[in-house]
């Protein structure tokens, strides 16, 4: 006889606990807007002096003034684990040794001139924890 899935929910958490998380990871999705749609690319990051360092594999002319980053880190088996949005204005990283440092402490997925540094200044945080429902 097999038990019933776990009943599961999400509890939203401070935006201090939400930053606390992003700043214990450092693989994310950077999410913009790109001819009408969402585009969604993979990221790495870095929480430093109130703001995000990401680098991603983005054409820096594509990108908009504001963009969103997403960061989670959810267990396939239970469902469990945390998510964090953040959202605010961006501006890409265009001092040379400024740039070159973050391109050595985060790996990135370059492709050709797609390999972007960029500064994101969160205006908007939220996250949620996603646990097992009590019973």
Do not use: K, N
């Not at 958490?13 to 939400?18: C, L, T």
């Not at 050709?112 to 019973?135: I, K, N, Y």
């Amino acid at each position: 006889m097999s038990l019933p899935p776990a009943a599961l929910r999400m509890a939203e958490v401070s935006g201090a606990e939400a930053l606390w998380l992003v700043e214990g990871s450092s693989l994310g999705r950077l999410v913009y807007p790109q001819r009408g749609q969402s585009a969604v690319r993979p990221a790495r990051h870095v929480w430093e002096y109130g703001r995000l360092i990401v680098r991603t594999p983005v054409r820096a002319a594509a990108l908009p003034d504001a963009v969103t980053y997403q960061v989670d880190e959810i267990r396939v088996v239970g469902g469990t684990g945390w998510t964090v949005t953040l959202s605010g204005p961006a501006e890409v990283i265009d001092d040379p040794d400024e740039a070159a440092h973050y391109r050595r402490t985060l790996t990135g997925w370059t492709h050709g001139p797609h390999d972007t540094v960029l500064c994101l200044r969160p205006r908007t945080v939220s996250g949620f924890r996603l646990l097992r429902a009590e019973v």
